[in-house]
């Protein structure tokens, strides 16, 4: 039992505390937006949770993908990798997962692991804009400065023709009856608007 307490506290670490930090205004505690628990171990137990975030991002884990990117690209607890932080930020980019987009677009930007790309940099980060990072817009925008005309018409083409396929999805998801979309909420009867209507009857 006791060679089990490290990986049952590690688990324990692991585990979104989200229902926890929401039912308390303690500022004190660790958000679980976080899904690997870099921060939250000590160096022994590191491996093991990069082991176990690993099988999270294996499995499809968009924010455990992202966090094994921005792991290897920061290169704090571990070696920096630029080859490793590219393949699990462009598998958490493609989920749409904004910080690894914009973590992305910087890389393509600043030329870090691969040749410098104005136009993927561009791209990338107009992609992490739409998908709610706030920085994003201002990178691009910077990244647009350095542009030529053509590298521009490249970028926008490319844009134009990834929203028509995705309005295009979208559209043959609605005809299917495939899309979900969430049904927005019933007016609930103001206390008001009845009192008015009894006294118009």
């Given at each position: 039992m006791l060679r089990q307490l490290p990986r049952?506290?590690?688990l324990s670490l692991l585990l979104p505390a989200t229902q926890t930090f929401a039912e308390t205004d303690n500022t004190l505690l660790i958000s679980a937006e976080d899904r690997c628990a870099f921060e939250r171990v000590d160096e022994e137990s590191l491996q093991l949770a990069i082991d176990t975030c690993v099988s999270a991002a294996e499995?499809?884990?968009?924010k455990a993908q992202y966090e094994l990117g921005q792991l290897y690209y920061s290169g704090e607890r571990v070696t920096q990798d630029y080859s490793m932080a590219l393949q699990w930020l462009e598998q958490a980019s493609i989920q749409g997962e904004p910080r690894a987009q914009y973590r992305l677009g910087m890389m393509h930007f600043?030329?870090?692991?691969?040749q410098r790309n104005l136009p993927q940099a561009y791209i990338i980060l107009k992609m992490a804009s739409i998908n709610g990072h706030d920085a994003a817009m201002d990178s691009a925008d910077l990244v647009a400065l350095q542009m030529n005309q053509q590298e521009m018409n490249a970028a926008t083409h490319v844009l134009g023709t990834l929203f028509r396929d995705y309005l295009a999805q979208i559209r043959e998801e609605?005809?299917?009856?495939?899309?979900?979309?969430?049904e927005p909420p019933l007016p609930q009867p103001d206390s008001n608007a009845q009192e008015i209507e009894e006294l118009l009857e």
């Open positions: 049952l506290i590690l499995s499809g884990d968009m600043q030329g870090e692991g691969v609605q005809l299917n009856g495939t899309l979900k979309m969430e």
